[in-house]
């Protein structure tokens, strides 16, 4: 089985900057019988303990919940997440088993004991000019760090993905997927990680988004997917076949991200060649996962 008939599409835009509360992360729905895409408004910003918390008490089962984060690390391009090193996981339930136990007294869902871990640390780009010496050890030509197959596919749609590996500047997609990693390996309800998972009849199913996408699918450029402002924000979600939400003014782009792509999950999620991208394959899905839109 690889897709339903979903009540709830959920959005959650995640950030793994440092500290407690998080003003980038922000969460949004969009329902099955329409209406405009909401968003869960908050008196104080997001911890990524208190999503967690959401995931398990707040969730309705029928949901489909797209993550902007990445699931895994590559893996295919070197034959391994961390190629020479004798603690390198075989899949990516165990490579989230790792992170979150080399991080188990980091607060906050950090992952900096992992990307300082003298095991790991080699193989990340980080801060001061530290770039490890397997950053580069696929010997791509882009110079931006090794990519799970999913991001060639990203790649190939206009996208300009950088990996997981790296933790450095506006590109630091690193941090996010890490702590988004420690997220799901304590997610205790019974829930659906797609593709690693394959999606059960009941129950809520995660997929890892790129907010991009959505913005693309809108018909917005990858290099102006970013939206700050209400108008132009109805603009997209009308282009998705979504009612606007009729507000003025500006909005950040955390949050506009999580409601158009609340609304694009509810407009694409029916779309079979989306479950079922080309390129990916059972041992694909099984150690680097995939961006749920990327074919």
Request: proline share 6%.
């Amino acid at each position: 089985m690889t897709q339903r008939d979903f009540a709830h599409f959920v959005a959650i835009d995640w950030s793994g900057a440092v500290g407690e509360r998080q003003k980038g992360i922000a969460v949004a729905v969009a329902a099955a019988d329409g209406g405009p895409p909401t968003l869960i408004e908050r008196s104080k910003p997001w911890a990524r303990t208190e999503i967690l918390g959401w995931l398990h008490d707040g969730l309705p089962d029928n949901s489909l919940v797209g993550l902007d984060l990445g699931i895994s690390l590559p893996f295919v391009d070197c034959g391994a997440y961390f190629p020479g090193n004798d603690r390198s996981p075989s899949d990516a339930k165990a490579l989230w088993r790792l992170v979150d136990d080399v991080c188990d007294t980091d607060d906050h869902f950090a992952a900096s004991s992992f990307t300082d871990h003298s095991s790991f640390a080699p193989y990340f780009r980080r801060h001061g000019g530290r770039e490890g010496p397997m950053f580069r050890c696929d010997e791509a030509s882009h110079g931006r760090g090794r990519f799970r197959v999913t991001e060639h596919a990203q790649a190939a749609m206009g996208c300009k993905p950088y990996s997981n590996f790296n933790l450095v500047g506006a590109a630091q997609v690193g941090k996010s997927s890490l702590t988004g990693m420690r997220l799901l390996n304590r997610l205790n309800r019974p829930a659906s990680v797609w593709p690693i998972d394959e999606v059960s009849e009941s129950g809520p199913v995660i997929v890892e988004i790129y907010t991009a996408l959505a913005s693309m699918a809108a018909g917005r450029s990858a290099s102006r997917s970013k939206i700050r402002n209400f108008k132009d924000l109805d603009v997209a979600l009308e282009a998705l076949g979504s009612p606007p939400l009729r507000r003025k003014g500006p909005i950040d782009d955390h949050a506009s991200d999580a409601l158009l792509a609340a609304a694009w999950l509810r407009k694409v999620a029916k779309f079979d060649e989306l479950w079922h991208p080309p390129a990916l394959t059972p041992a694909i899905a099984r150690t680097e996962g995939w961006t749920f839109g990327a074919i």
